[in-house]
Structure formats: structure tokens, C-alpha cells
């Protein structure tokens, strides 16, 4: 089918350079006029998408070609914005910048892929006609990518501004959109995983409404709107897929849905709208947990504990222990569990954060210690070499790892993930690396998975429910996934 929709990629120089400000006020000027926009953002991420959905008031979805197909990434870029009246995908790094030297997996690849023309965030700090020639070249770089404008970021003054702008115009064609000017302080507050995390930040409307006004009268959103619409048809098949209001469709009766809890507080963000989306299309309703604040887990049939920030909600995470407790006693009588990166850390011994410890579920023997730098930052490829209840043996699956945590003492547990690439939970007498904890019916790992990009992930998470519902606990086998389409 050919799909058209008004769009625009928000790309940069560099990570850091002023995409996430751009994009957030666009986004907010949209919503403040009355237009239903969504927000899709490049590359794994989940704080900046946050903050994109909070800007929006729809979900933010990820595009990410290295995890993703391309097939299914255009499938979920049409139905997630089919029924908005703009779509905005946010890139990261920079413009080219992808897992090689020629630049695969970037944000102008993924540019190309959806048709979408690129408005460039240029950052400025003591710079000017510099500015004119690093544009040129970018614009002559790659004819297939539309580069249609420029947003000078960090600009000191008017004279600054307009040096710039002339030097632009007197090297290359490519219009000016507008400057953001340079700041004392950031828009929004950082720390050690990048922007503070906005269910976390306290005054996110605030904020957003602060960024909306500062671009008001300094970006040419007309401009930059006629850009979203001078766009041409994608051509994409989409088959077996519906469009509904909430673009899930379910083929399952109520009496046959299993209950999915899902941990979501301050402690626990790191989730997908794909990954719960897919869990609800194969059968679940999904039940939404604070380990914080409730003293027990309610009646679920599997829980999901993604990532965010144990290390900084420790000290509510030690403090209820009715929860932890009731916890422990679910997953000896086989609850299944499937844990990413913080849900990993979660299930652990204990957190020592600012040089204090904390104790926590103690499923796995595991103390982990948080570093001023990351641990482990990038893409991973794992190969399933132990049956799991979610995968079978010989399944290979990409995805990502982003922690500042690592396991400073451990005893002995089973892994069904060895590392074709990434760093994972700990190193092997082999010499190779593992990731994927397991324990009865629980795998947690640090790679976190997209549902799009591994067709297996939800399938297991949904089948293990059922299993253990049916059977009160008892081991599926792994053909069993074959039974779920």
C-alpha cells in the first residue's frame, strides 16, 4: 500500500548537540496548535523517548535498523503514525554515524529508508564560517538524502548568528531554519545515563512548555511544517496487520488472556511500547506494578521487570520487603519471570550506590557495584545455548546494553546467552562471554530485547504464562513456541 504522511528527521553533528531540544519543542508546538504528532526516536533509547512522549501525549516507538528489519520497521513507522497529523523521528549521534566506517544502521540510512527529509541541528560553540563548509559537504556527501534545512544550536549573539547564516548561504543552498541560542544551563537536567529520566524530573510540562517558548520566536515552524508535508508516498505492505485506534488488535477471547505484570515506577521505566503492545496482540492484559509502594505482587500469571534506575530507588526497593519477600516466594513456586538490565540488578543480592548497599530480591548470587562509567554502552548478539522457557536452544538474537552497573562478587548460576558480541554478566572459563541468568522459571539479563526484532521474546514471555497457568509450572518445551502466531 502507499502510505502518505507528513514527517521530518531531527538529525545532528553529534550526540549532545541539541536533537532532543529541537525535537521536544517541536513537539510541543504541534500539541499546543492542535495536532495529533507522534514521535519516534533512532537508535536504542528510552530516556529521550520518554521525555518525546511526554512532549507529544502519545508513545514515543523506536526505529532501530540494527535491531530491527527494515520490513518490520516500516510496518511500525505506518501504523504507529497513520492516524496522526505529523510524524518526528529523532536520530542519534551524528548524521552518518553507524556501526562502521560506512555508516551503516544511521540516521540518514533510516532517513532514506522512510523518505523523510533531515532538518540538521548544528552545534555552533566557537565556531562561524567553519559551519559553511561542514554543511556543504554534508549536503553534497549523498544525493539520495534530503537535506532541507539547518538549526543553528548554541549561538552566542546576532553577529554570531548572522556570520554563520552567511556563511551557509555563500557555500551551499540549504536554508537556515532558525538558532537556538547559547545557554547557562541545560534545558533539561543530566546525569550519569544522559537526561534526567522525566518520570523522575518533577515539572515535565514545565519544562517542555519552557523549551516550546523559547523556540517559539526563533525557529520558522512554518517553514519547518511545509518541510514535514513535501514528502512522497511509502510504499508498504502490511499484511496481517490492522490499524485501530490504539494500533493493537487481539485475537484472543477474554476468558483465554493471561495477566502479564509489568513493574512500573521511578525504580522501573525501561520498556518498549512495542514490547507491551506485542504481549497484548498474542492474549495478555497487562497489570502495572510499583515494587516501591505495594506490599505484594497481585494475582499475574508472568511478570515483565524491565530496566531504569534501581541504583538511585534502592533505598524504597530495601525498605519494602513485604514485597521482595512475596517475590522470592512466587518464583520458587515457578512464576516466570523475564528481567532486563535493572530487573536483573533487582533480582540480585544486593546495589552498592554512593558507596551504601542495599538489599534486594536475592534470587540470583549476584552484589553489583554502580561505576562513574559505563560498564558496557552498545549493541549485542547473543546465541541461546542453554533451553530457556522463553527461547529454544540455538536462537541467536540482537539487541542492546547500556549500564553503568557491574557484578562485583558472585556465586554460581546457570546462563543461556553467550555473547557473539557485547559484554554481558560475566566472563566464562572458555574465555567467552555470558549473559542470562537463569533460575526455575526466571532468565534475567542485560540485554534488553525489542519485540519487533525478536519474534521469539514476547511468543516465550506469553506461552511461558500460559504453561504456567495450565500446568502449575511445569517446563515447556520449546517446540511449544511454534504454537503461538
Known sequence: ???????????????????????LGLLRLWRQAGLNAVAF?????????????????????????????????????????YKTDVALVEGNRGLFDGVDAYG??????????????????????????????????????????????????????DRHKNVIRQAIEHHCDVRVLG???????????????????????????????????????SIDIDAINDITRQVPDIDCDIPN?????????????????????????????FYYPENLEELVRLGADIIEISAIEQPRLPDIDALYIGGGFPETNAI?????????????????????????????????RSITYNDKTYPMTGIFPMDFVMDPTPAAHGYTVVEVVEETLYFPKGTVLKGHEFHYSRVARTGHFATAFKMRRGKGIVDGLDGAR???????????????????????????VIMAARKKRRENGRLCLPSDLMLLT
Open 434 to 460: 555470558y549473559d542470562g541468568a537463569i533460575y526455575k522459571n526466571v532468565l534475567a539479563c542485560y540485554t534488553h530485547l525489542h519485540a519487533l526484532g525478536t519474534d521469539e521474546w514476547a511468543k516465550g
Open 241 to 269: 496487520i490492522q490499524i485501530s485506534d490504539n494500533n493493537i488488535t487481539t485475537n484472543t477471547d477474554a476468558a483465554d488472556r493471561i495477566r502479564v505484570g509489568v513493574i512500573r515506577d521511578s525504580a522501573f521505566q
Open 1 to 23: 500500500m502507499l502510505f502518505y504522511r507528513p514527517r521530518v528527521v531531527i538529525a545532528g553533528l553529534r550526540g549532545g548537540g541539541g536533537k532532543t531540544t529541537l525535537s
Open 41 to 81: 526516536k533512532k537508535g536504542p533509547d528510552y530516556i529521550d523517548a520518554g521525555w518525546l512522549a511526554a512532549a507529544s501525549g502519545n508513545p514515543c516507538y523506536n526505529l532501530d535498523s540494527f535491531i530491527i528489519s527494515e520490513e518490520k520497521l516500516l510496518q511500525s513507522f505506518v501504523t504507529h503514525s
Open 179 to 217: 538558532t537556538i541560542a547559547k545557554r547557562a544551563e541545560a534545558v533539561v537536567p543530566e546525569r550519569h545515563m544522559g537526561l534526567v529520566a522525566q518520570q523522575e524530573h518533577g515539572q515535565v510540562d514545565a519544562a517542555l512548555d519552557g523549551i516550546a517558548a523559547m523556540l517559539r520566536d
Open 316 to 348: 524504597l526497593l530495601a525498605d519494602n520487603t513485604g514485597f521482595r519477600e512475596h517475590l522470592r516466594e512466587l518464583i520458587e513456586a515457578d512464576l516466570p519471570v523475564y528481567a532486563e538490565c535493572g530487573g536483573l540488578m533487582f533480582l540480585g
Open 104 to 157: 551503516t544502521f544511521s540516521t540518514a540510512a533510516l532517513a532514506k529508508s522512510t523518505k523523510s527529509p533531515v532538518v540538521l541541528v548544528v552545534d555552533c560553540i566557537k565556531t562561524t564560517t567553519t559551519i559553511g563548509v561542514i554543511i556543504k559537504g554534508i549536503s553534497e556527501f549523498d544525493a539520495d538524502l534530503s537535506l532541507a534545512g539547518v538549526v543553528l544550536n548554541y549561538v552566542a549573539n
